[in-house]
């Protein structure tokens, strides 16, 4: 970025693009691979992007994917490649294949002038869908947890609210966690605060 002058939306844009052969983007790219197969690894998932990188003959775990293609109603494309397109098969392991669907959408007047295709280096769909499973599936099991513990229950919450209470009012205490809303603006009611969750 420093090199090149440039902000982040624009490196972010040329990351994505599948026509940046540069360098510096390449590389950005092999540190981004390396970073999901760590955070995977810290799951113990390291199985996700193994049959992922198998598949593609580059041993890459990323290609490029459209997530949203619109098209007008009215267009009039080659029957293989409607097929393709009502079909969501919008991936591509290779830079030069992606390029080659976009210049067939040119050739055929889809895309015109200087617009480009909202293209994604990103895991293929069945990665992404058996991670996004495998989260959901984590969150839930963890949940489980922390209900049979008692997290979430009434009681547990006020005496949250109680332990904080006393903590911020202690001698000498340091004001440790934030008191309850109640006492901070002089109201009575639930703390909507201890009503936020983590969400997916």
């Known amino acids: 970025m420093v090199s090149n002058n440039e902000g982040l939306t624009s490196t972010h844009n040329r990351f994505h ?17 390396e970073m999901d197969q760590a955070v995977q690894n810290a799951y113990g998932w390291s199985d996700v992007l193994t049959h992922a990188i198998a598949a593609n003959p580059h041993q890459a775990p990323c290609g490029f994917g459209l997530d949203d293609l619109d098209l007008e109603e009215d267009a009039q494309l080659p029957d293989a490649l409607q097929d393709r397109i009502e079909n969501g098969e919008l991936f591509f392991w ?32 069945a990665v992404r869908d058996d991670v996004l499973a495998r989260l959901l599936a984590l969150n839930a099991e963890r949940y489980a947890e922390e209900l049979a513990m008692g997290l979430h229950s009434k009681g547990a919450k006020q005496a949250a609210k109680a332990s904080r ?9 340091k004001g440790r966690g934030r008191p309850a809303k109640a006492s901070q603006v002089g109201e009575t009611g639930d703390d909507h605060s201890e009503q936020m969750g983590l969400g997916l």
Do not use: M
Request: charged share 20%.
């Open 17 to 33: 693009d599948p026509a940046e052969t540069s360098s510096g983007i390449l590389e950005l790219r092999r540190l981004h691979g």
């Open 94 to 125: 290779d830079a030069g294949d992606a390029l080659d669907f976009q210049g067939q959408l040119q050739a055929n007047g889809i895309i015109t002038g200087r617009r480009k295709l909202p293209w994604h280096y990103r895991w293929p769909d």
């Open 165 to 173: 209470a006393i903590g911020s009012s202690a001698p000498g205490g």
